[in-house]
């Protein structure tokens, strides 16, 4: 419940930090926050591909360990 109302305000936050009018309404952060995505997207994308490669390294040797596994059950059952 606390975690619903955290987003909520947060997200509330974000719309009035980007609206376009005089403090009261809205703070008028639109171009700076253009300009951060603009900048940390790049960033934000090689930190996927650092974790998707990790992902993928643990997926192959997760398949290799049951490929071993699998054949030691046949062998075991062959026995």
């Known amino acids: 419940m606390i975690a619903l109302v955290i987003g909520i305000i947060c997200m509330v ?7 376009p009018f005089p403090f009261p309404m809205g703070l ?3 171009e700076e926050i ?5 900048g940390g997207g790049p960033i934000l ?3 996927i591909g650092i974790i ?12 290799i360990e049951e490929k071993k ?10 026995e």
């Not at 998707?52 to 398949?63: M, Q, S, T, V």
């Not at 596994?69 to 062959?78: G, R, S, T, V």
């Open 34 to 38: 253009v300009k951060f995505l603009m």
């Open 69 to 78: 596994e699998l054949k030691e059950e046949k062998e075991k059952a062959k």
């Open 13 to 19: 936050f974000t719309v009035w930090a980007i609206l």
């Open 52 to 63: 998707a490669f990790f992902i993928g390294i643990a997926d192959i040797r997760d398949k």
């Open 45 to 47: 994308a090689l930190l």
């Open 28 to 30: 008028d952060w639109g």
